[in-house]
């Protein structure tokens, strides 16, 4: 069964660093396609950040370019976002989800209904 597993998140105040992992069991990172969504209160889920499958091709949205980096161990088949110089805007639930499919263009790894697998996310809290 294909299963993602976040954690890491937690509170941090403004300027400071936080990193989200993402579990995977079931499948491997070969194989799947990684995407990073967030979701602040009464707003729609957004798409921050993606890691392709076959060559870790990396994507990002523009608020978060130059301070979000994601990576990938596959042999520990986790995927990781670190989060640098956290804004209080940065404050969301933080989903990684997994789509078998290869994911080179931002276009794509922005779309929720791209990806068919999703964890349960993780808390970020950015406040002084």
């Known amino acids: 069964q294909l299963q993602l597993v976040e954690s890491g998140g937690g509170l941090v105040q403004p300027g400071g660093s936080l990193r989200l992992s993402c579990a995977i069991s079931?499948?491997?990172?070969?194989?799947?396609?990684i995407g990073w969504f967030r979701q602040a209160p009464g707003k729609e889920r957004e798409g921050v950040s993606c890691?392709?499958?076959?060559?870790?091709?990396?994507n990002y949205i523009d608020s978060v370019k130059g301070r979000f980096t994601v990576s990938r161990d596959g042999t520990k088949n986790t995927v990781y976002l670190q989060m640098n110089s956290l804004k209080p805007e940065d404050t969301a639930i933080y989903y990684c989800?997994?789509?078998?499919?290869?994911?080179?263009?931002?276009?794509?790894?922005?779309?929720?209904?791209?990806?068919?697998?999703w964890g349960q996310g993780t808390l970020v809290t950015v406040s002084s």
């Open positions: 079931g499948f491997t990172l070969d194989d799947y396609s």
């Open positions: 890691i392709n499958k076959s060559d870790g091709t990396t």
């Open positions: 989800a997994a789509v078998r499919m290869s994911l080179r263009q931002l276009r794509l790894c922005v779309k929720p209904h791209v990806f068919d697998y």
